[in-house]
């Protein structure tokens, strides 16, 4: 037993120096950096490691970072509805959902069945019901509407970000807390002016993570805003508008989720450029033809 | 009679009447087939409301929500401009041998007119975490002789910094003490009721005194008969062979014109004025010269011991962070505290009586 510690003491000493392979000078010695040619030959002895390392990754495998799939994809490469298949939302880990003694009565129809003593969900049933929520959000978009994603954890800022500003001048975010009385005391928050001169209530919120807001999703059906939400198998699907039965703890799916909307609403912004133009366009030629039967 | 029986309908069958959401000829409801894109604006819709300008609209703190993203991306920006510059993740050698952050930010007022609304603590110290750690990658550019890229990240600092950055930093430096043309330093020390003027002069190092062979007595042992365990006293009086090695200089401290062992009865003042040379390791190397006025023994022993400490730090400034933990450069502030009314003295409390 002993000796079993022994080594994975040893072992984990080892790979922890093997994360960290460039934390020396070239001597070996790691002495202080005193003068600016100290810092440039620090420089450049890692370099080398990495130039090294960059000769050495043409041969080997054929996979590379370009041609493979990374963490930050979901992110900043989001798929649109209709190329989105059932292998990404499972590869996303959107069929997990909470344990079975959790599951809410009414999520029942969107549960698959039960393993490993979680819920697992219909992703059959979630991929419609996607699609449905992404063609809700390009109308809205294409009938200038704005659109709050909301999505209140750390993990889920960027996502949230990222969405709102794929929207345009359409989109918003709140990736902090959703302040209490937002909507239902709007004169308070953003003032008599502000309250009559601009469209303070959105015309559709998008929850990423509706269990912690479920006051902001309150609000919403007071102030009679359509919702849409990712809900888990421990949720009443009914609390929003457009449930989409998804794992809302996982920040990929999540991504994914958002992405696929926030293309959508993309699109919608681009139909009403498309339309405000084809409109434009039949404007001048209807008053050249005026013109030319006056003549 | 018994035809062929079907086959029990097992609980776990896949329902072969399920319809998947990868069929090949789509399922559409009919409400979705009208193109609800090419439909009209509503109507109710006020056209002359205009949308929320800051995508950050609904948090209901917008301006400080958007000044924190766009400073997070700056700091993202950052922070792979130098990973490409092979200066991330820096090792800790490395981040010892950088000069020291001098962070002065400005204070959580002065910030909260950046922003229109309250700023809480929180949100304050969340805004100088990020800024702390902008101010870390310029650091470490300037640092590595990134010039450039320190100096374009230097805008985006100045605007969260104090106004009155200089000044404050200035304070921080210590006045250098001039020596005069004979190189003499003067420094004035304070305790209680006491002031030293204490003037301060290296010694001159004298030549090393060899002694001539016929000062020492013939029958000294030789080196090599020299048995270093037998203890070997000739005469306790002749100089020791090492005395040529060490010279040993004697300084002379005068207090009031009068010498130390002369204006100082008590061993404790004597110890308390000798002290910081002896903690600097300079006891031999100066001669000082002290007028000091007010107070009783151990106040002018203390403004003498303060007066000496700072006249030290002048003439060897390396020897300053010992007589500061020393607590010898710092003014002692206790003085006499005042008498009290109902009290007989600042603490002393008459004879509590019960009736």
Known sequence: MAAFCAQRTRIATVLRHARRPFTSVADGSESRLLSQDD???????????????????????????????????????????????????????????????????????????????????????????????????????????????????????????????????????IAEKWLPGTLTNKVHFFGPEVTLSERVVPDLVIFLNPIPNLHAIRECAIEHVPTIGIVDSNVDPRIVMYPIPANDESTRTAELIAGVLSIAGREGVEIAAERAQKRARSARSMAKHRTLKVD | MFAIRRPLRLKFAINSSRTFATAST????????????????????????????????????????????????????????????ELLPLPAFARASLPPAQLLWRNRQSMMTMFSGSLTTARYRRMISVLADLEECSRIASAAGHTALAESIQPVLELFERQDKETVLARTVRKQVPMDRYGRSYTVGKRKESAARVWMIPVREPAPVTLSSDVLPSHSPRAQDVDILAPVVDNAFAPSPSASRMPVTTTTILVNNIPLNKYFDSPADRERIVRPLKLAGVLGTFNAFVIVRGGGT??????????????????????????RKAKLIKRDPRMVERKKTGLAKARKRYTWVKR
């Open chain 1, 39 to 173: 810092w440039t030959a620090f420089q450049v002895h890692r370099a080398e490691r990495s130039t090294l390392v960059d000769l050495f990754s043409n041969f080997g495998s054929t996979q590379s970072r370009d041609n493979t799939w990374q963490p930050h994809h979901p992110l900043h490469r989001p798929t649109a509805s209709r190329d989105l298949t059932l292998s990404a939302l499972l590869a996303a880990g959107a069929h997990l959902g909470h344990h079975s003694s959790l599951l809410n009565p009414n999520f029942i129809p969107y549960a698959y069945g039960t393993r490993a003593g979680i819920t697992v969900i219909d992703l059959d049933r979630t991929l419609p019901h996607l699609r449905r929520a992404a063609s809700l959000v390009r109308a809205v978009a294409s009938r200038d509407g704005t659109i709050v994603f909301v999505g209140t954890r750390s993990d889920l800022r960027p996502t949230v970000l990222k969405a709102a500003q794929r929207i345009g001048s359409q989109g918003y975010h």
């Open chain 2, 26 to 85: 789509p399922y559409v409801p009919p409400a979705s087939l009208e193109i609800v894109a090419d439909a009209p604006p509503p109507q109710f819709r006020s056209r002359k409301k205009t949308k929320p300008e800051s995508p950050s609209f609904y948090t209901s703190r917008a301006s400080y929500y958007d000044h924190l993203y766009q400073l997070e991306t700056a700091l993202q920006r950052c922070r792979r401009a130098i990973s490409t510059l």
């Open chain 2, 298 to 323: 151990t106040g002018q022993a203390g403004a003498i011991a303060h007066g000496i400490a700072q006249g030290i730090v002048a003439h060897v400034p390396e020897v300053d962070h010992i007589l």
